[in-house]
């Protein structure tokens, strides 16, 4: 007898936890539909209200029948008089499962542990030499050097002796190279940022006082990049300055107004 009273509540509390969700959500419904007719009497139009109540009313009458479902579930349940035997069987088997604890799960045996294979000695691959098709060059390569124009030539100071930028250091020659190139690009940009000033300049033969600061400006970060060899017997810069801005003619510069070392020939 207690076994079968204690099914039944179980089933009464599984009933309540069942239908406590369905219930709380018709409640908020029916408390919201309320909000609204309370919204609704404040306006001057009564018929707002008619769907906000319309909602309450079904929403209480939803609580309303789940409530009375419930009520006689646990009234009927708990009822002390006589069962049928079909009540009396489910009752027991409520009991039997509730009663019964889960079995503990079984942890699978262990495979046994397979011979390792015998090892095999392996024998190192041997590389062969692998032969190329292709051999460096035993000369080095040549830095070609630009050649003035006559009119570079003859205005730069001589000495004896001759200057060859091959005989320098790596280190010297890569300066040479970028020297020639950052002159260049230099006189380029002068010609393209000033190109009636540089006309001018060539007509009346006083490029380096007409584009005096611009010509100062590439000068000194030309000075300062390649300070190392501002010494050795080539001056790009002036070359360049002959080349682009006069058009070959020397003395379309004017005064030139930087010291350039000797040229070795």
């Known amino acids: 007898m207690v076994q079968e009273s204690s099914a039944v509540e179980q089933a009464i509390v599984r009933a309540l936890r069942d239908n406590l969700e369905r219930i709380q959500r018709t409640s908020d419904e029916l408390h919201h539909a309320v909000n609204d007719v309370v919204s609704a009497c404040s306006s001057n139009k009564p018929s707002n209200a008619l769907p906000p109540l319309l909602r309450a009313q079904t929403s209480a009458a939803a609580l309303e029948a789940s409530f009375e479902v419930l009520l006689r579930f646990i009234t009927g349940s708990l009822q002390t008089g006589s069962h049928s035997p079909l009540e ?18 079984q942890r699978p045996q262990p495979a046994p542990p397979e011979p390792m294979a015998s090892t095999v ?55 040479h190279r970028r020297a020639n190139r950052v002159a260049k690009v230099s006189m380029q940009d002068i010609k393209m940022l000033r190109p009636e000033q540089v006309r001018l300049g ?47 003619d020397a003395h379309a510069l004017g005064d030139y107004p930087y010291a350039m070392p000797a040229r070795h020939h």
């Open 121 to 175: 000695d392996v024998q190192p691959a041997v590389e062969e030499p692998v032969t190329s098709e292709f051999e460096l060059p035993t000369e080095p390569e040549t830095l070609p050097l630009m050649e003035p124009t006559a009119a570079a030539v003859a205005s730069e100071p001589e000495s004896e002796g001759e200057f060859d930028v091959n005989r320098l250091t790596s280190e010297e020659q890569e300066l």
């Open 202 to 248: 060539r007509q009346n033969k006083d490029l380096c006082i007409r584009l005096k600061d611009d010509i100062e400006k590439a000068h000194r970060e030309y000075d300062r990049r390649f300070k190392p060899i501002m010494d050795h017997p080539v001056d790009y810069f002036y070359r360049w300055m002959v080349e682009i801005l006069a058009e070959g």
């Open 88 to 105: 009396s069987q489910i009752a027991d088997l409520v009991g039997k499962f509730s009663a019964e604890p889960p079995a503990a799960p």
